[in-house]
């Protein structure tokens, strides 16, 4: 059974620019969610997309969006990059929202900002 | 003050020891508990959830909840140099609706030396 997939695993951006990073889920599973993650503030939690809505957004500029699509695949965009936005970007699915069977977690997107 | 304190260590113990992992919340609205592992370049791995107050054990893992205190832990029994990892205390509060939000604790780092 294929995990969480992110893509891609690393990225170099420049400062002003933005980036798409993407997620697909766990076949079946139509939660998803994203999180940041830094040295400095741990796991902080960006959005969670249900069905194609996003249900819930954690405390991120609206510099930070994401969408899902029909096939519960998701994107998560970054315009104007700053340098603080260099971080792991960590994708979860969930076979559904409303029961804690856990979170399944990607490896990860690493992005560095320049 | 986080919602959710969760010591960083570094801890370091000798093979076959017993580990002694703790978080303290204060969001009495949290209802699941969840202990994930995170491997170097590795997104995090769940261990164990629990929703009731008291002990449940997997293996070498027990995840312990005591919702009077506000006080979580994880236990590991026999410890390899395997398990040498960060590991997180994850917690989650229903929203709005239906949606779900996780908020970790910073992770503490274990290392299990041979």
């Known amino acids: ?114 | 003050q986080k919602e959710v304190e969760q010591d960083p260590g570094p801890l370091s113990v000798p093979e076959g020891a017993i580990v002694s992992l703790n978080c303290t919340y204060s969001n009495s609205a949290f209802q699941y508990f969840m202990w994930y592992r995170q491997y170097s370049r590795k997104g995090p791995e769940l261990l164990m959830y629990t929703y009731s107050s008291g002990n449940k054990e997997d293996g070498r893992f027990t995840a312990q909840v005591d919702k009077s205190s506000k006080y979580i832990s994880l236990f590991i029994r026999d410890s390899q140099p395997s398990d040498s990892a960060t590991y997180l205390c994850a917690m989650s509060r229903r929203t709005s609706g239906s949606a779900r939000q996780l908020t970790f604790g910073s992770g503490t780092q274990l290392t299990v030396l041979p």
């Open chain 1, 1 to 114: 059974k294929a995990g969480v997939t992110q893509t891609p695993r690393y990225l170099i951006k420049t400062r002003g620019q933005q980036v798409t990073l993407s997620c697909s889920p766990i076949s079946g599973h139509r939660s998803v969610s994203w999180y940041q993650q830094t040295p400095g503030q741990g796991l902080q939690f960006l959005f969670e997309y249900f069905s194609e809505t996003q249900r819930n957004k954690g405390n991120f500029p609206g510099r930070f969006s994401g969408r899902q699509f029909s096939n519960s695949r998701s994107e998560m965009n970054v315009s104007t990059l700053e340098l603080g936005d260099s971080a792991l970007y960590l994708c979860a699915s969930s076979l559904e929202i409303d029961r804690a069977n856990g979170y399944t977690f990607g490896s990860g997107t690493r992005l560095t900002v320049v």
